[in-house]
């Protein structure tokens, strides 16, 4: 990241963050939302705590919550506080287009359903708006491409929303990987499993459209994979469909450069009420890392050898906030965003396509090993 000197080898997202945001006060974007389900308003929760940035135009089609009112959505993270928008602080519009042409809006954020990022993103960046997306960046490289594609042409900021690059607990895994804190890895698992999303199912259960739990929960841990490990070179998965028609639960195996074995589980096809957690297990050399969010203050553990096991408490804003937080900086600074690019959302799209053919082209008992 330019501007930025005397940095720690490996510096954290939030580390970054926090270096940054005094001396990147100069702009203040002004940020236009376009979708406004669940997703929206666990971005507008987080832009509260991000200087810098304000929200001054939704956008909805059906006109739904162009109100500011967000009280009755909920998802399956966060504290669900219900949210409202002052009345008058922002402009609300029902077409995208006429929004794109509002000279007063400098960035947009979409968090539209997947079939929609690839238009709205392109249409953006064609209108001279940096951009922020929601994952997947596009249901198929195809489109992720012409994503790419314009914004090279455009030279605004595109960036996707991975936010468990941010997650605090994930950051702090991947620096000790990086750093070599504990010796080589041997082994790493990440789990993340939940029941059936309970909002925007038109979208979500559209399993052609939304790519089903493997595109839309999945991809998180996929994309946390090639961060730690680099793109894999091949994939073997095996998985099966639910309620959406797409694949609703798979387990993959990711062949990658250093050796080590690397697998991710993602589902939402489990019971309703068994509601959603996240997890992984790092076996290093001289240690092992696990991290579950059903143990609340406990979640993340340290057992290294000849020591008493330790739970670690890492300090941090959520991701979602982190990630808004680069966004701006990234605007604020006049630079592509450094912790996660666009060329990493079509690279973590093009995995989930290589996990989307293993499983239905492989065996039913063993998916087919896909080479990337």
């Known amino acids: 990241m330019q501007g930025l000197k005397n940095l720690p080898q490996h510096a954290t997202p939030d580390f970054v963050a926090k270096r940054t945001w005094a001396k990147s006060k100069q702009v203040m974007p002004r940020i236009g939302l376009v979708g406004l389900g669940f997703m929206a308003a666990t971005h507008l929760k987080a832009f509260r705590e991000v200087d810098g940035a304000e929200i001054v135009a939704l956008c909805n089609p059906s006109g739904n919550r162009l109100d500011g009112d967000f009280s009755d959505v909920a998802g399956n993270v966060g504290d669900n506080e219900p949210i409202k928008l002052e009345p008058g602080s922002f402009k609300g519009f029902t077409s995208y287009k006429e929004m794109l042409l509002d000279p007063e809006i400098d960035a947009i954020d979409i968090c539209s359903p997947t079939f929609a990022h690839r238009e709205h ?51 702090w895994l991947k620096k000790t990987i990086d750093e070599g804190s504990y010796g080589k890895v041997l082994s790493a698992s990440f789990r993340r ?44 998965s095996t998985g ?18 250093c050796g080590a074995m690397v697998f991710a589980e993602g589902a939402w096809s489990f019971a309703k009420g068994f509601g959603f957690n996240m997890a992984y297990t790092v076996n290093f050399e001289n240690a092992t890392v696990e991290y579950d969010l059903s143990r609340g203050d406990e979640c993340l ?72």
């Open 193 to 236: 499993v939940a029941e059936a999303p309970a909002w925007g199912q038109q979208n979500f259960l559209d399993g052609p459209r939304s790519g089903g739990a493997l595109f839309d929960l999945h991809i998180h841990d996929t994309d946390f994979v090639q961060f730690c490990f680099g793109r894999p070179s091949a994939v073997q």
């Open 121 to 171: 993103a392109v249409l953006a960046l064609n209108a001279g708006k940096h951009v922020l997306c929601e994952k997947p960046l596009a249901r198929n490289v195809r489109d992720a491409k012409q994503i790419l594609d314009a914004a090279e042409k455009s030279g605004k900021i595109m960036m996707p929303a991975m936010c468990l690059r941010f997650w605090p607990e994930w950051a």
């Open 301 to 372: 553990r340290v057992c290294e050898a000849g020591k008493e096991p330790e739970h670690r408490k890492i300090d941090g804003p959520d991701g979602y906030v982190g990630e808004l937080r680069h966004f701006v900086e990234s605007i604020q600074n006049g630079t592509q965003p450094s912790v996660v690019t666009s060329k990493c959302a079509c690279t973590s799209v093009e995995i989930c396509e290589a996990e989307e053919l293993s499983v239905s082209n492989g065996p039913s008992a063993v998916g087919q090993l896909v080479f990337l």
């Open 240 to 257: 099966y469909t639910k309620v959406s028609g797409a694949i609703d639960h798979v387990v993959t195996q990711y062949h990658v450069n």
